[in-house]
């Protein structure tokens, strides 16, 4: 059994991973965007925040369902699985280029200490189902924090 925080180890592990505007999805699920999130606090309205590691998972979500390089001021940032998609021919190779895609993407952060795992919803390393164009990745990485976070990125799919 872990002993409780004091409120300088939570502010330190605050301060390491930072925090952020609460952006969630607008439909759970589905990757059609996000909206920022709105408040209510004893001052009115305000916008909601993220700290830690759901700060950190959350930018990490951001970053895995954003194309890499279409941010015109930052080309490193997103996640290049489209390539795997429309590149790859034979399905094992997909799965091992998006597995790959999706380390790169959570290693590139300066708040990840390591990545320990990407696996796929069905846990299987050979080819999906026939006829199937859908594939739930989940990734499990270690913060600076210690912290084992563990993101579920949901479903890719490869057509419609």
Do not use: H, K, Y
């Not at 990490?60 to 390089?69: E, H, Q």
């Amino acid at each position: 059994m872990s002993s409780p925080q004091t409120d300088s180890e939570r502010l330190a592990r605050q301060r390491i991973l930072g925090w952020g505007w609460r952006c969630d999805p607008i439909f759970p699920g589905v990757d059609l965007g996000r909206d920022l999130r709105l408040r209510s606090g004893p001052a009115g309205v305000d916008l909601d925040v993220v700290v830690g590691v759901d700060c950190l998972a959350q930018d990490l979500s951001v970053a895995l369902t954003t194309l890499r390089g279409s941010d015109v001021l930052n080309t490193t940032f997103g996640f290049d699985g489209l390539a795997a998609l429309a590149e790859e021919t034979a399905p094992v190779l997909v799965r091992e280029r998006l597995r790959v895609a999706v380390a790169a993407v959570v290693a590139r952060d300066s708040r990840v200490r390591r990545v320990i795992d990407v696996e796929f919803e069905d846990t299987r390393l050979g080819a999906p189902q026939p006829g199937s164009r859908e594939l739930g990745i989940r990734v499990t990485f270690e913060t600076l924090t210690n912290d084992r976070v563990t993101i579920d990125l949901g479903r890719l799919t490869s057509g419609a």
